[in-house]
């Protein structure tokens, strides 16, 4: 099982970058995928969660209106669009495929980094 994220970078205060999530090695459109982040001396929290069909997608107040996640069930990509970034979003950012029921699973990225500052 691989979960590659790449796309993060250094932007400035209300700019924008995608995050990209290649899966590999599971049935990708059976699970829910997941971002999460952890800002330094912080607890990792979900900012979006997307479902396995890709019909719903739930996000943290805090990024509601600027963040958008998606999917290509055939490319086996995930996706996160983040605009109007703010310093306060800085953090290393996680992919997560999650399954849940009886054959629970849940796998992570190595995640990478995003830094708001100008």
């Known amino acids: 099982v691989q979960l590659v994220e790449s796309g993060g970078g250094l932007v400035q205060p209300g700019g924008s970058l995608r995050l990209s999530c290649a899966a590999s090695g599971f049935t990708f459109s059976s699970y829910d995928m997941n971002w999460y982040r952890q800002a330094p001396g912080k607890e990792r929290e979900l900012v979006a969660a997307?479902?396995?069909?890709?019909?719903?997608?739930n996000y943290a107040d805090s990024v509601k209106g600027r963040f958008t996640g998606s999917r290509d069930n055939a490319e086996r990509t995930v996706y996160l669009q983040m605009n109007s970034l703010k310093p306060e979003d800085t953090a290393v950012y996680y992919c997560n495929a999650f399954r849940g029921g009886f054959m629970r699973r849940s796998y992570w990225g190595q995640g990478t980094q995003v830094t708001v500052s100008s």
């Open positions: 997307i479902t396995s069909a890709g019909g719903s997608t």
